[in-house]
Nanobody, 122 residues
């Protein structure tokens, strides 16, 4: 009932920045939180950041804190992930997710976007 579409990925050199967007549609009124995950080839999907839809509180993984910023535009039902000081280890497919039971774990999210590729070169 919730559809998510990510955009904004691309190729960037180390130290550069990208801004990812996730547009949500459908029955978003029941969404507890929206978050960003990433998955590199051969690795498990890992949590990056989350935002509580009701309070706007933000949460970050240790790898993202200080470099990434998650934000929202309530009117547009859109969340963003501003990524600065990118490192090669940030290379992954980034997924937007919407959930109703938690913030940091994959199983706590019910809906997922198709992903957008972020590649950081050195």
């Amino acid at each position: 009932q919730v559809q998510l579409v990510e955009s904004g990925g691309g190729l960037v050199q180390a130290g550069g920045s990208l801004r990812l967007s996730c547009a949500a549609s459908g029955r978003t009124f029941s969404t507890f939180a929206m978050g960003w995950f990433r998955q590199a080839p051969g690795k498990e999907r890992e949590w990056v950041a989350a935002i509580s839809w009701s309070s706007g509180n933000t949460y970050y993984a240790g790898s993202a804190k200080g470099r990434f910023t998650i934000s929202r535009d309530n009117a547009k039902n859109t969340v963003y992930l501003q990524m600065n000081s990118l490192k090669p280890e940030d290379t992954a497919v980034y997924y937007c997710a919407a959930g109703g039971t938690g913030l940091t774990r994959q199983a706590e999210y019910d809906y997922w976007g198709q992903g957008t590729q972020v590649t950081v070169s050195s």
